[in-house]
């Protein structure tokens, strides 16, 4: 079965349009083609407290993006599918594919890869939060690296670019990356950032504009940003001007 998706940007517009082969997972039966489905994703206040950190004690904020990432995943069960069309193998249409690796569409395709991953960054000194599974860190001789993994985003945080460096290379030789350099821009979320003052805010105009219009009762309103202004000052006054919340608020 295939697939058609796209992916948008920080202005909310698509960037790129994406189609692959994905596997009939509404087919497969519990207990005989998969066990356990269950994955964990970083939670948004996590994030937004290692942001925090980052802006108060001015670490780098890098962002990185796996490319297919579930068909990293090693299967433990045996999975069979009919031959994708337009490669069915000539005098062999009788005969199916077994699966070496996952693939998108199963039901364990993300858990596959999520434990894929968590060996991966061990095997590399990385050390799991005991409260938070998809947040790591590592720290030696006062070089210090946070990695956030939600399903393919990546967030590196640390204060030594050196090591920032190393880390990203080493995830560049076990998947297929794609460097994003530093964050601006993830989970619909963009990133505003003054490493001057030591200030960080976080919009969410492009996901407001989107509600707004599928609602026709909000259709004739102006439509605004969520904002989380992450810093350890009084004053709100930075992020309220970055982002344009007064103007909509003495406007509406």
């Known amino acids: 079965m295939k697939d058609v998706d796209s992916k948008r940007g920080a202005d909310g517009k698509v960037e790129t349009y994406k189609a692959r082969l994905v596997a009939k997972g509404y087919t497969q039966k519990e207990g005989i083609d998969y066990e356990e489905t269950f994955s964990p994703v970083a939670m948004l206040k996590s994030i937004r407290i290692l942001l925090s950190i980052a802006a108060h004690l001015d670490y780098e904020i890098w962002q ?28 062999q249409e009788h005969r199916v594919c077994k699966l070496q690796r996952s693939i998108y569409g199963l039901k364990q395709a993300s858990r596959s890869w999520n434990i894929r991953f968590d060996q991966a ?49 080493w995830l560049t030789k076990q998947f297929q990356m794609k460097d994003l350099g530093e964050a601006s821009y993830v989970l619909g979320i963009r990133i505003f950032r003054d490493r001057k003052n030591k200030m960080l805010a976080l919009s969410q105009a492009s996901y407001i504009d989107k509600i707004l219009e599928n609602r026709s009762n909000f259709l004739t309103a102006s439509a605004t940003v969520i904002l989380s202004c992450l810093k350890f000052r009084n004053s709100v006054c930075w992020a309220l001007k970055v982002v344009g919340l007064k103007n909509f608020l003495l406007n509406s």
């Open 64 to 91: 990185m993006d796996v490319k297919t990432a579930f068909l990293n995943g090693r299967l433990e069960e045996s999975i069979y599918m009919i031959q994708p069309e337009g490669f069915i193998a000539k005098g």
């Open 121 to 169: 960054v061990k095997s590399f000194g990385f050390e799991q939060s005991i409260d938070e599974p998809c947040v790591y860190s590592k720290i030696k001789d006062g070089k210090v690296v946070f990695l956030i993994l939600y399903v393919d985003d990546i967030l590196i945080i640390g204060n030594d670019v050196g090591s920032l460096t190393s880390v990203k290379m």
